[in-house]
């Protein structure tokens, strides 16, 4: 296994930096602001539930419908965010050196290479 990644030599790493600290809130502020974002929803239908009139229905309907919107975008940003942070975490971490692979007329750079014999 330690042949299929081979360390750029001479690479400096790059500290760990707030992208760390971010990921790893990230789950509190998902679980917190989920809580957050269903509370209001929930205490007007506990609320509704007391009263005995049918006059709630539609704004509670509405409620219910903008906590789950919100609730959603709540979740795309957190997930959005994790994405970035998990994408500076991986360009911070080791530089890896690449397979070589041999370019035509690069041993001659002055000679113009023959036609492509498949004419792409």
Do not use: N
Not at 52 to 71: D, F, G, K, R
Not at 82 to 95: L, T
């Amino acid at each position: 296994m330690s042949d299929l990644f081979k360390r750029l030599p001479g690479f400096q790493q790059t500290p760990a930096g707030q992208e760390r600290q971010i990921l790893r809130a990230l789950p509190k502020i998902w679980l917190v602001g989920s809580a957050l974002l269903c509370l209001p929803a929930l205490a007007a239908r506990w609320w509704q539930a007391a009263d005995t009139t049918e006059a709630w229905a539609t704004p509670l309907s509405q409620l219910e419908i903008y906590a789950i919107s919100l609730l959603v975008l709540h979740w795309t940003v957190v997930f959005t965010v994790a994405i970035g942070a998990f994408i500076v975490m991986v360009m911070k971490g080791p530089a890896y050196v690449a397979d070589a692979y041999p370019l035509q007329g690069m041993d001659r750079p002055d000679v113009p290479l023959p036609p492509d014999p498949h004419g792409s």
